[in-house]
């Protein structure tokens, strides 16, 4: 396989070394339907039993199948055969980052927000999957065409439902100039918060040119990140500095979150950065809900509501995300308004409701792990004295959403909901 070309169950053919790592090597490979170009790692089955990773590739496995992200390394196929594991990936062909910092030296500060917008994206969907990857580093993290990072290597990785009682993960793994104080003293730790302190270490690396925490000695080293003994160097932008002491911060608990970093000045600069605005609200027009009329549903309009003909998967590409649900009601407009208002109220201060075109909004007041929470709901008159009301999601996390309609939303609005269609009031 080294030297020529190689038909790999009549799919694939594969072609030279891109790279060779502790279990195996990395080939170049053409998906020959396609005619596009792979990756293909290739592990010995021998070598994994032998050392006890069978585990640990099951669940890289597992973990690149959950989280499709643009800048997580994509796995397209897994095949075996009796002596070898083939993993058909994303072809990446612009290198490590850590090849880059090394060849470069420290970056522009601007690239560098650039590369780590993109690293916190990719981590924070992998959390809120309850995924946690627990070996950031610069050479985990990839380089495409063009220029855009990849998070590579989930064999270390921690599922929500690894933790023990206590709530927390307790093995020790990571590589040490990168790994968090907590995971050092071995008293369990939060995996989330684990990988943001790594995040701390490539931010500092890619701004500095070099890490944080540096010494011959590996127990020295290990001091200095329980102390969090680092020291930023002259070019680092006042905003830089707070936000590494931020990451950086040897105490778990008052160590900053991804939700609060997204908020920080040096995260946010950028007048072309949108991807965190918020969303934008319609203005109200007082004389279509003075008279309290709601619009108007064509026939087109009650099919594609109707949950035995939805036309959606016409349009989508792939499975839509459960993000929505609608009932009838023969409350009046107005019914339906106070029932929200009442929810907003409730709600301590958590969300405001805004009247729409067609309906109302309800905008969180705080942002969570993928923003504000914004739910739309749109009311629309299918006969003299029937609504039907559509609530759906229109910014923010969907765990949060679905959590949202089922403990606050649908017992608020429960007997208001026609009878005939009950059974459509729940979050699907």
């Not at 170009?37 to 590739?57: C, D, F, P």
Request: proline share 4%.
């Amino acid at each position: 396989m080294d030297d020529g070309k190689t038909i790999l169950h009549g799919k694939y053919e594969i072609g030279k070394i891109l790279g060779q790592g502790t279990f195996g090597k990395v080939y170049l490979a053409r998906e020959l339907r396609t005619e596009t170009n792979v990756a293909m790692k290739v592990v010995g089955k021998e070598m994994v039993m032998k050392v006890g990773m069978t585990e640990q590739i099951k669940r890289e496995i597992s973990v690149m199948k959950m989280v499709r992200h643009p800048n997580i390394v994509d796995l397209h196929e897994v095949m075996a055969s009796k002596t070898k594991i083939y993993f058909a990936m994303e072809l990446v062909r612009g290198g490590e980052l850590f090849c880059k910092v090394s060849r470069n030296g420290r970056l522009k500060e601007e690239e560098v927000r650039s590369y780590f917008r993109q690293l916190i994206s990719a981590v924070d969907f992998c959390h809120s999957r309850g995924v946690y990857h627990r070996d950031l580093k610069l050479e985990n993290l990839l380089l495409d065409e063009m220029g855009n990072l990849k998070i590579a290597d989930f064999g270390l990785t921690a599922f929500a439902d690894h933790l023990r009682p206590d709530g927390l993960l307790h093995t020790t793994c990571g590589t040490p100039a990168y790994v968090a104080p907590e995971i050092i003293q071995k008293k369990g730790y939060h995996g989330a918060k684990v990988d943001v302190w790594s995040c701390g270490v490539i931010l500092y690396a890619l701004l500095a040119g070099f890490l944080p925490f540096q010494d011959g000695n590996l127990m020295n080293m290990y001091k200095k990140i329980n102390r969090g003994d680092f020291k930023c160097p002259p070019w680092f932008s006042t905003e830089s500095r707070r936000l590494i002491t931020k990451l950086l911060d040897p105490n778990p608990n008052t160590r900053i979150t991804i939700a609060k970093l997204i908020e920080t000045p040096w995260f946010r600069k950028s007048s072309s950065r949108r991807s965190q605005e918020e969303p934008s609200v319609e203005v109200n027009d007082k004389s279509r809900w003075g008279k309290d009329k709601p619009k108007c549903l064509n026939a087109f309009h009650i099919i594609s509501l109707s949950e035995g003909f939805d036309l959606s998967p016409l349009f989508e590409d792939g499975r839509r995300e459960e993000e929505e649900m609608r009932f009838a009601t023969r409350e009046p407009v107005s019914g339906v308004i106070s029932r929200l208002e009442g929810v907003a109220a409730k709600s301590a201060g958590k969300f405001k409701l805004m009247k729409s075109e067609n309906g109302v909004r309800l905008e969180g007041s705080e942002r969570g792990r993928k923003g504000r929470l914004t739910i739309a709901t749109e009311i629309f008159l299918v006969a003299p004295s029937v609504l039907v009301v559509e609530v759906k999601k229109d910014g923010g996390d969907a765990l949060e959403y679905r959590s949202f309609c089922s403990n606050e939303l649908q017992p608020a609005l429960k007997d208001i909901v026609w009878a005939s269609s009950e059974s459509q009031a729940t979050a699907v």
